[in-house]
């Protein structure tokens, strides 16, 4: 049974974005590309909140014909064209190529997927259809990559009336950019 494990970049104090949806105080180099990409290379669906999937779709189809590109550009790149991306969304209605929409059941269509063979599945930012699958019981881990920023407001990732959530800590990694990769799995 494949587990969703959602993919997070979060400050000191539980933010996931600003106020506004904003991500510039995420700290992104070449390390945390090369460690990120080994983990999602080997993976082959990718799950993606409306907002989400739409800013990839605006960029990696095409982010290695860019003049230029960076080697993370070209990687993730033809990984983006190549992985099944399945997308939570009552609003998209045309969608691409390799890509799934469930617009209702939720619960019923992300356990049809969960029950497939195959490796984790990574929920790429999302904060909306985390707080959606988080509600459901449907995330099985969190890959949180903090960084050392307060922010003081914006999303939270942990929102609404859940019940006690536990974690079983599986890794820690830091990186020279003073981001901390913390890998949990939920402890049912």
Do not use: C
């Not at 996931?16 to 590309?33: S, T």
């Not at 909306?128 to 922010?151: C, K, R, S, Y």
């Amino acid at each position: 049974m494949r587990k969703i494990i959602s993919f997070m970049h979060m400050s000191l104090d539980g933010f996931v974005a600003g106020p506004n949806g904003e991500l510039n105080w995420v700290k992104i180099d070449d390390e945390l590309f090369n460690h990120v990409g080994k983990r999602i290379g080997k993976g082959d669906k990718a799950l993606y909140g409306r907002v989400t999937y739409q800013m990839m779709e605006d960029y990696w189809p095409t982010a290695a014909d860019k003049p230029n590109p960076t080697k993370h550009d070209i990687e993730h790149s033809a990984w983006y064209k190549n992985v099944h991306k399945v997308v939570l969304s009552t609003s998209i209605k045309e969608k691409t190529p390799n890509t799934t929409i469930i617009s209702d059941n939720l619960v019923e269509n992300i356990n049809k997927i969960k029950q497939q063979t195959g490796p984790d599945i990574l929920l790429f930012g999302s904060p909306t259809a985390t707080h959606a699958l988080m509600e459901q019981n449907l995330i099985d881990g969190f890959w949180l990559f903090v960084n050392p920023t307060v922010l003081g407001q914006g999303v939270p990732l942990f929102v609404g009336d859940l019940d006690k959530i536990g974690f079983r800590l599986l890794n820690t990694q830091s990186f020279a950019s003073g981001v901390v990769e913390l890998d949990y799995e939920v402890d049912i």
